[in-house]
């Protein structure tokens, strides 16, 4: 078998990156990934699920919730419900939740390729959602009963929108995953929902032109309504 010639290249890439990685530590930068610097065990755990518009606003959220809970989040991209229901166990864990806080949308309604090629071109016949609108429902189905076994308060986060010029993406299609969403939280009863989609619209001059992602005072913004929410949901918890 001959050997590929992309394995110095990978070998090259990882220790760059590891040697950038630990230069960034160094330096006193957060990951977002990096569970809290001190865990308060008097203080109620939240648990944020998302993919990397939540990865955006994850630290705010925790600045935000300082003194009033502790805040984590998988140390990855949570992407499609496919990979959610792949790995939900493993993202739950054995800590106790009193707050779970949890989105998938973006990544199951970008379009595929035929041999999966990334963000394709949704005008072609060949290009894809990465997950149907049905099969969404169904992954979310699964996903919100598993995460109600943990006892946690549970809030479904909205998807947030897709701007003109996005590549792989289509405008709209954020509002129908919404709505196909809503629609299995209201069966599986006392979900909360964040209606982070209609807040991130009304601050639309914050996200990236032709992107779906949003600058770091876009994702600053919206971390404000997912600690409003969270804490509004914590308030409940405690009546």
Known sequence: ???????????AFLLVFS?????????????????PTKID???????????????????????????????FRPSTNCGPT???????????????????HWNHGLHDLKYMGPKGENLADPAKETSKPQVALEDYKANLKKLVERIKETGA???WCETTPV????????????????????????????????P????AIKHAEMQRKANVHYTPEGSAKLAEQVAKTVQAALAKRNR
């Open 1 to 11: 078998m001959k050997r590929s010639g992309c394995r110095p290249l990978v070998i």
């Open 163 to 194: 701007p003109e010029g996005a590549k792989g993406r289509v405008v709209g299609d954020s509002k129908i995953y919404n709505d196909a969403a809503a629609e299995v939280m209201k069966q599986a009863g006392e979900i909360e929902i964040n």
């Open 196 to 199: 982070l989609y209609d807040f």
């Open 153 to 155: 308060s549970v809030i």
């Open 41 to 71: 065990p008097k203080l109620p755990n939240v648990l944020l699920i998302g993919d990397s518009i939540s990865i955006g606003y994850m630290l705010d959220v925790r600045k935000q919730l300082d003194g009033k809970a502790n805040v």
């Open 82 to 100: 496919t990979r959610g229901v792949e790995s939900i166990d493993e993202w739950i864990g054995d800590r106790k939740w009193d707050v779970i």
């Open 19 to 35: 040697v950038l990685t630990t230069n960034a530590f160094a330096q006193g930068k957060k990951s977002p990934f990096a569970p």
